[in-house]
């Protein structure tokens, strides 16, 4: 995701790795989610599982039979955040993204506290983990990329599959400030959408795009997509 900046020309590039951090296990009754194996996937492309979605958007993961992988039916998404290399505002931000993206899906994004864990890339099932590091604490911070996301699995023998955590972490070097136009609160929303369960999209006009060219809301395909993660949740 790239995003131009305006007046001094700076283009900084917004450029999202989504990370998919799977566990396969057998799902049983009497399942103990610390058994669950941590591996951390990075997709060969940024756009979402190919020939996934529809007109404007893409999935993330999808089971062996193509429907895409997301949180259980009407789940409430539990969010910590840490504050360590935060910008100023970070909470009202935070909640103002959650609160977007509360408003147009069943799914319900709440911020539950926050922490000291910095476990970014090691998620098991639990709270969605959400912060701010540099490319020496996340690697796959280095270079031209404002943050990464995804979430964590439960697969079982059919190829199916449901999310049961996640992470969020921002570039916390990201350009701020009116002459960079970086709206720092769609990043978080676009890692968000992430978490969900949508990969990225070739259509220039949505959130969910990998090149931004200063969209901020959400358009038609990120929408649609939501819709189809619920279908696929609830359905």
Same mark, same amino acid.
């Given at each position: ?111 539950? /506290?926050? @922490? +000291?864990?910095? &476990?970014? =890339? ?8 959400? #912060?701010?590091? $540099?490319? *020496? ?61 949508? /990969?990225? @999209? +070739?259509?220039? &006009?949505? =959130? ?8 901020? #809301?959400?358009? $038609?395909? *990120? ?13």
């Amino acid at each position: 995701m790239t995003e131009r900046g305006a007046g001094s020309g700076l283009v900084a590039t917004l450029l999202v790795v989504a990370l998919v951090i799977g566990g396969a296990v057998w799902l049983s009754p009497t399942l103990d989610l610390g058994d669950v194996r941590d591996t951390v996937v990075r997709h060969d492309s940024l756009d979402g599982v190919p020939g996934s979605g529809g007109d404007g958007y893409t999935f993330m993961s999808t089971s062996s039979s193509g429907a895409p992988l997301t949180w259980a039916c009407e789940e409430r998404i539990e969010i910590l955040v840490n504050p360590e290399g935060a910008p100023e505002g970070y909470a009202e931000l935070v909640a103002s993204a959650t609160h977007r993206l509360d408003e147009v899906s069943s799914f319900t994004v709440e911020v539950v /506290g926050e @922490t +000291d864990e910095r &476990d970014f =890339l090691d998620r098991r099932a639990g709270p969605v983990l959400l #912060g701010w590091a $540099d490319e *020496d604490e996340v690697p796959a911070l280095a270079g031209p990329v404002a943050g990464v996301g995804g979430a964590s699995y439960l697969s079982g023998p059919g190829g199916g599959g449901r999310a049961v955590g996640g992470m969020v972490v921002v570039d916390r070097e990201l350009p701020r400030g009116w002459w960079a136009g970086v709206d720092e609160e769609s990043v978080v929303l676009h890692e968000l959408l992430h978490v969900l369960g949508l /990969g990225h @999209t +070739d259509d220039p &006009d949505q =959130l969910m795009a990998a090149e931004s060219n200063g969209q901020t #809301g959400l358009g $038609d395909g *990120d929408l649609a997509g939501i819709a189809a993660l619920e279908d696929a949740a609830c359905g």
